[in-house]
Nanobody, 113 residues
Framework: QVQLVESGGGLVQPGGSLTLSCAANGTNLSLFVMGWYRQAPGKQRELVADIVSNGITRYADSMKGRFTISGDVTKNRVTLQLNDLQPEDTAVYYC???????WGQGTQVTVSS
């Protein structure tokens, strides 16, 4: 069983920053990719970014340049740095492993003045 534990969400003003962290716990871990998705109210869940065990990263086009994913999949940890946050970034952010085989419980990010 794999458990993904997220931390770091919260309320931030427009232009602010947040750091989200995710750690995978469990037995027989065999992860090859970890990443973040988000789901805004009334919208479908979408990819934010992910990172493969060899360090290759992938970003949604709209989030390139503002968000940075880092970490070490082989150590079961990933971090998402969110910069220049805007109200449209308000969503529940979910950590995922192996492209959706495992999911975290989600952490709320709210961008509001």
């Amino acid at each position: 069983q794999v458990q993904l534990v997220e931390s770091g969400g919260g309320l931030v003003q427009p232009g602010g920053s947040l750091t989200l962290s995710c750690a995978a716990n469990g037995t027989n871990l065999s992860l090859f990719v970890m990443g973040w998705y988000r789901q805004a109210p009334g919208k479908q869940r979408e990819l934010v970014a992910d990172i493969v065990s060899n360090g290759i990263t992938r970003y949604a086009d709209s989030m390139k340049g503002r968000f940075t994913i880092s970490g070490d999949v082989t150590k079961n940890r990933v971090t998402l740095q969110l910069n220049d946050l805007q109200p449209e970034d308000t969503a529940v952010y979910y950590c995922a492993a192996n492209r959706g085989i495992y999911w975290g419980q989600g952490t709320q990010v709210t961008v509001s003045s």
